[in-house]
């Protein structure tokens, strides 16, 4: 049973920054360094976005709102992907998910979700 167990989020004034992790536990078929890693968000009202991602080869790709702010990164030997999150803005304010997916194995794995608010 693959788990994906995000944590960081928080409450965070504007212009503060917010660092989350997650951290996937349980064996994944064809290991976790073979995943593409994501992280999306969903406000209220809103459709599940994708935020940030990183390839198996550390290719990156960010949502064009955050690009400059925000930076993902991941650790295989720990099974963990990171969001770094700076000059965070009121419409940062979500629950990120983080996810694991590889076509190739057939898996597509969510995390349940942490909640960041950013306000005054």
């Known amino acids: 049973q693959v788990q994906l167990v995000e944590s960081g989020g928080g409450l965070v004034q504007p212009g503060g920054s917010l660092r989350l992790s997650c951290a996937a536990s349980g064996s994944i078929l064809r290991g976790f360094s073979l995943a593409a890693m994501n992280w999306y968000r969903q406000a209220p009202g809103k459709q599940r976005e994708l935020v940030a991602a990183i390839t198996r080869v550390g290719t990156t790709s960010y949502l064009d709102s955050v690009k400059g702010r925000f930076t993902i990164s991941r650790d295989n030997a720990n099974k963990a992907v990171y969001l770094q999150m700076n000059s965070l803005k009121s419409e940062d304010t979500a629950v990120y998910y983080c996810?694991?997916?590889?076509?190739?194995?057939?898996?597509?794995?969510w995390g349940q979700g942490t909640q960041v608010t950013v306000n005054s």
């Open positions: 996810n694991a997916n590889d076509a190739f194995a057939g898996y597509d794995y």
